[in-house]
């Protein structure tokens, strides 16, 4: 009995990918399918970068379709292609960058410039192209994370600043620019455009995705953010704590209400285990950020826990993706970077920068 490419389909849609929600067929991701008597070749291309998930993939694929009679060999192809997908209306893309994702917080003290940076670091470790943007042009923490407090940026051209490269990424901060002792001392004009020089003044270099650490709360930066840059996607930090709940509400429907889209919520905080005893405590509550995903109808990305270990990697200039790439942590933080980019994945795409610019002259 020959082996049929409707039997091969049936046997790839047994298997529900955990970061689309779906099966590959209904999702778009197989490209091919070559049955050549029992030997079947199949073509998967994911949306989202995968390094770390790609095996795990392919090894379930296979035993799904080695399951079907007649068949004798299976070989699974698995890659990614990390397109643009769509932003608010009326406002530009920005050179070099095909994704930008936003990591924000209602207040401050949730953890969620640590997640940022990991974020992004983890977006890397998984193949993608990443940068990080330090919105919070108050209090910059990320060169100080990323171990770059004393670089300052070159200008090749002598119009725009290169970014600064840290473990693969490419980051810019007004920290990089004044003194780490000086205080901002701006309104909130001279801060957005701050931000949007910073932003439209570096010369990203081909960039899959740009994370934004926005400073906390709802105020100039955030609208300018809305109004003026591309955002293709949102991530809400929070902790199990009523109180941060509240404020993070707030961050969430504030895109709601300027057309971003919120990817989903990470709890940080999440519980300590004593380093001593092993005793498990929910020090800020328990269940907070599942509630707040589940009224709100976002997903819960992933919880971090309170551990020491995180804390003193960022202060020490190297966050715990890079400094423990194989720790349990490290695995949450990519984990939480192929649901962001699995769920940016299934927006619609952005063609814009596919299409020719069409210039009228009079002759």
């Known amino acids: ?17 955990p970061y689309l929600e779906k099966d590959l067929i209904a999702a778009n991701s197989v490209k091919n399918i070559v049955v050549d008597g029992g030997k079947v070749s199949v073509d998967v291309q994911l949306g989202f970068p995968a390094a770390g998930y790609r095996d795990t993939l392919s090894a379930k694929l296979t035993d799904n379709v080695k399951a079907v009679a007649g068949v004798t060999g299976v070989t699974i192809n698995v890659t990614s292609n990390i397109v643009s997908h769509t932003v608010q209306k009326g406002v530009k893309p920005i050179t070099g960058v095909k994704n930008i994702i936003a990591v924000a917080s209602g207040k401050g003290g ?5 997640v940022a940076v990991n974020l992004a670091l983890a977006l890397s470790v998984e193949g993608a192209r990443v940068g990080i943007l330090d919105a919070d042009i108050y209090g910059p923490s990320q060169p100080r994370m990323l171990g770059v407090m004393n670089v300052k940026p070159e200008s090749s051209d002598g119009r725009s600043l290169d970014p600064v490269n840290s473990y693969n990424l490419q980051v810019m901060s007004i920290g990089f620019l004044v003194d780490q002792d000086t205080p901002m001392i701006w309104r909130g004009p001279m801060v957005t455009q701050a931000l949007t020089q910073l932003l439209n003044d570096t010369r990203w270099n081909e960039l899959d995705y740009l994370v934004i650490d926005l400073p906390p709360g709802t105020g100039d930066i955030q609208l300018t953010l809305a109004q003026k840059v591309p955002v293709s996607g949102a ?35 999440s519980t300590h285990i004593c380093s001593k005893c092993g005793h498990e405590e929910h020090i800020f509550g328990a269940g907070g950020g599942q509630r707040m995903a589940s009224d709100n109808k976002v997903p819960l990305l992933g919880s971090l826990p309170l551990e020491m270990s995180i804390r003193v990697q960022t202060d020490g200039g190297k966050p715990t993706v890079a400094a423990e790439p194989d720790s349990r942590i490290a695995h949450i933080y990519r984990d939480i970077a192929r649901r962001v980019s699995a769920k940016l994945s299934m927006q619609a795409k952005d063609f814009s920068s596919k299409f020719p610019k069409i210039v009228i002259q009079n002759t």
């Open 1 to 17: 009995m020959s082996v049929t490419r409707t039997q091969i389909e049936t046997a790839l849609k047994q298997y529900v990918d």
């Open 110 to 114: 949730v953890g969620k410039s640590t």
């Open 235 to 269: 991530v809400i930090v929070t902790t199990p704590q009523d109180i941060a709940l509240l404020d993070a509400i707030k961050g969430l429907k504030m895109f709601e209400k300027v057309d971003v889209r919120v990817l989903g919520i990470v709890e940080n905080m």
